[in-house]
């Protein structure tokens, strides 16, 4: 459930657009803020406060990778698989991530502290491979860079 900051974020939000439809993208970020992810009942909550379909906002959320529709790590690793980073090595980067981490793409540490996924495009084919970590890209990434950067956030974590 939206807190009532949020739905008042939101609703001051939308005065700031020409229609509600154009507000869903900064209304379902607005809601994520609160606990990292937005679920079905969130999705419900901002349709009708924008006087939308709930359709019509889950097809928003589930377009765009920065809107997680379940929970995610405190360290959210978003490896780019689309043509310019898998001719590159993200296919090879993303399983040694499994491995280095222990979990399979699409899933969390036991304890919270990283989440995997693959994603379609991060928009750095210039820059290939690519990873975000939480809103933090990574790019040109090789096995010696992926590493260093997993022992920071290790790090980071402790």
């Known amino acids: 459930m939206l807190s009532i900051k949020q739905k008042d974020d939101i609703r001051k939000k939308a005065k700031e657009f020409p229609g509600h439809r154009s507000v869903s993208l900064p209304a379902l970020y607005i809601a994520q803020s609160g606990k990292g992810y937005i679920d079905r009942k969130d999705i419900e909550e901002i349709a009708g406060i924008l006087s939308i379909s709930y359709a019509e906002l889950y097809g928003i959320a589930s377009f765009y990778n920065l809107i997680h529709r379940k929970p995610i790590g405190k360290f959210h690793i978003q490896v780019c698989t689309n043509i310019s980073c898998s001719l590159l090595g993200a296919e090879h980067l993303l399983t040694r991530l499994e491995k280095k981490l222990g979990i399979r793409e699409g899933g ?8 995997l996924e693959s994603v379609e ?3 750095s084919c210039d ?13 040109a990434l090789t096995e010696k860079k992926l590493s260093r950067i997993l022992a920071s956030l290790k790090e980071k974590a402790e």
């Open 108 to 115: 969390a540490t036991a304890d919270g502290i990283f989440s």
């Open 121 to 123: 495009c991060l928009g």
């Open 127 to 139: 820059k290939a491979p690519v990873m975000m970590i939480n809103e933090k890209f990574h790019e």
